[in-house]
């Protein structure tokens, strides 16, 4: 019964690795790059909150920068 | 094609240039627009690090009516005063749809586009790719647990057999020894 009740359950979405640090410590997140940026965007083009995608506070905060740049030069959506 | 990005002299910086210009200007005019813009640094006194021209591209929203546009981007050094000149003209510039000024990092390796999209392109898995792959390891994580039940349950079967075994064993050899013992005639009880 305890086994089944443990399947049953989600797994826990704080128990994520930020990927930003893992790969050698991002220092600077491009605009330019639209396939890195795009996974941290939803349908509706907001950008996902940290806590689903596991990013670390100081790289979400690059990823925001990043996004709103990409936005603003038409590359990412504002609002789909 | 990555130059450095440290500036030569104290006074002046190294900056990104990203302009976005409407993709339906004839070729000739694309050609004075291009020197247009490229006039604006020359007279700031910069000096070109790299060029690079993404070409068409289309737009996530429409901006003033066009869905698609072509983007250059520049890498320049030049002295920090000279940016708010630079971009005055560029916003004044009737072309110019949007631009963007940005300060790379130190470490900021300039890369082409076309290139980037090159490697992206050979190397990243499509979603049905990603779909298909993770199907197949979740199959085969089933199929690996099951190996392990059924070789956990033959073990356990197999030891329980053994403990009977022995203990059948251990009987024969107790009565055996007793029968021994009793039929022993040199004992006086």
Not at chain 1, 42 to 69: P, S, W
Not at chain 2, 16 to 40: H, N, S, T
């Amino acid at each position: 019964m305890a086994q089944k009740q443990q399947q049953q359950r989600r797994p826990d979405p704080r128990g994520k690795k930020c990927p930003f640090c893992t790969k050698a410590s991002t220092r600077y997140l491009d605009y330019k790059d639209y396939p890195t940026l795009k996974p941290y965007t939803d349908y509706f083009g907001n950008i996902r909150a940290r806590y689903y995608t596991g990013v670390c506070l100081k790289h979400q905060k690059m990823l925001r920068g990043a996004i709103e740049k990409a936005r603003f030069m038409a590359m990412l959506a504002y609002r789909k | 094609m990555s130059p450095s990005l440290v500036a030569s002299s104290e006074d002046t910086r190294i900056y990104e240039f990203a302009i976005m210009y409407p993709a339906d200007l004839l070729q000739k005019q694309e050609a004075e627009f291009i020197k247009e813009v490229e006039g604006y640094f020359s007279e700031a006194g910069a000096m070109q690090i790299a060029k690079d021209a993404w070409g068409r591209r289309g737009l996530a929203y429409p901006v003033k009516g066009h869905m698609e546009a072509n983007f250059v981007i520049y890498y320049y050094e030049l002295d920090p005063s000279k940016v708010k000149e630079i971009e005055q003209n560029l916003r004044i510039s009737r072309n110019v749809l949007r631009h963007l000024v940005v300060k790379p990092p130190k470490n900021y390796q300039i890369l082409k586009y076309s290139d980037v999209y090159a490697d992206w392109q050979k190397n990243h898995e499509s979603v049905d790719e990603v779909r298909t792959r993770e199907k197949e390891e979740k199959v085969k994580e089933q199929v690996a647990k099951k190996a392990k039940r059924q070789v956990e349950k033959a073990a356990s079967e197999r030891t329980k057999e053994t403990k009977e075994d022995k203990g059948v064993v251990v009987e024969a050899q107790l009565s055996r020894k007793l029968e021994e013992l009793i039929s022993d005639d040199s004992l006086d009880i």
